[in-house]
């Protein structure tokens, strides 16, 4: 018997046996990689930035008024009320003046759950060390998310280049669609709230698709095959699909409030 202290004593036997318990000082707690972790802390942390920017444009929101047939006539931008999104984003591409509410934004969040798929994909094909089919489905993900921020920067210009009709200003001057200091649709908190919610995401997105390309082009050059495993694309993966997730709360806020 060996002792450890004045008043325990343990067989030998247990001192040989290995610890098997989730915090039994091994680098992998939960059975997580360190990387896995650390990418955790990040997606923690960035949670908490979005989640203030959200909250931010809830409560300034909440101070404005809302459109009210009765109180304000019959609809037209003004920054007496908050701007109603299914009249500020209806236009479509290749469709002129036609009036499809929200119709292009939902085809962006169809797109991003899409490139959600198809990262859930690439990342089986890794557990398989299928290196072909890795490189299939980073490929379409890298395509669903360049599509993404293409119709991102279509939906800015369209917001920037305002409706025809315009507001008139009090010089008498009509100002068209909006921009850090002017808003045709309404308040001009509500412009600069959009442009940098959901600029800030469109980072995010942008810095996946980089992310994503450089892993193509390591699956390709055969890096993760001579790692044998593919965690990389695991953790990008994990990025990804936050980015997505993240998204369906800016089209909340933004597009459905």
């Not at 000082?25 to 990040?42: H, R, V």
């Not at 599509?147 to 991102?152: D, E, G, M, V, Y």
């Not at 980089?210 to 965690?231: D, M, P, Q």
Request: charged share 15%; with cysteine.
């Amino acid at each position: 018997m060996s002792t450890i202290s004045t008043t325990q004593t343990i067989p030998d036997s247990a001192l040989d046996k290995p610890r098997t318990g989730t915090w039994d000082g091994g680098n992998e707690p939960f059975k997580a990689s360190y990387g896995k972790l650390m990418m955790w802390f990040f997606l923690l942390s960035d949670a908490f930035t979005f989640a203030a920017f959200l909250t931010t444009y809830g409560l300034i929101r909440h101070r404005y008024a809302a459109y009210d047939e009765k109180i304000h006539g019959a609809f037209k931008f003004s920054s007496d009320y908050w701007p109603i999104p299914d009249k500020v984003f209806n236009a479509f591409p290749g469709m002129g003046h036609a009036d499809v509410p929200l119709g292009f934004v939902a085809l962006m969040t169809m797109i991003l759950i899409f490139s959600s798929v198809t990262m859930v994909l690439a990342v089986e094909a890794g557990h398989r060390m299928d290196k072909k089919d890795v490189q299939k489905w980073l490929l379409w993900t890298i395509l669903f998310g360049a599509t993404f921020l293409c119709s991102q920067a279509w939906e800015w210009s369209h917001f920037i280049g305002g409706h025809e009709e315009g507001t008139k200003m009090a010089d008498g001057t009509v100002f068209h669609g909006a921009n850090l200091a002017m808003n045709q649709y309404g308040p001009v908190l509500f412009g600069d709230l959009f442009f940098f919610i959901t600029g800030f995401h469109g980072t995010h997105v942008f810095s996946g698709v980089c992310l994503l390309v450089w892993s193509f082009i390591a699956t390709t050059n055969g890096t993760f095959e001579k790692r044998g495993h593919y965690e990389m694309v695991e953790k990008i993966g994990l990025y990804w699909h936050f980015v997505d997730l993240v998204w369906v709360f800016v089209f909340t806020f933004f597009y459905l409030v």
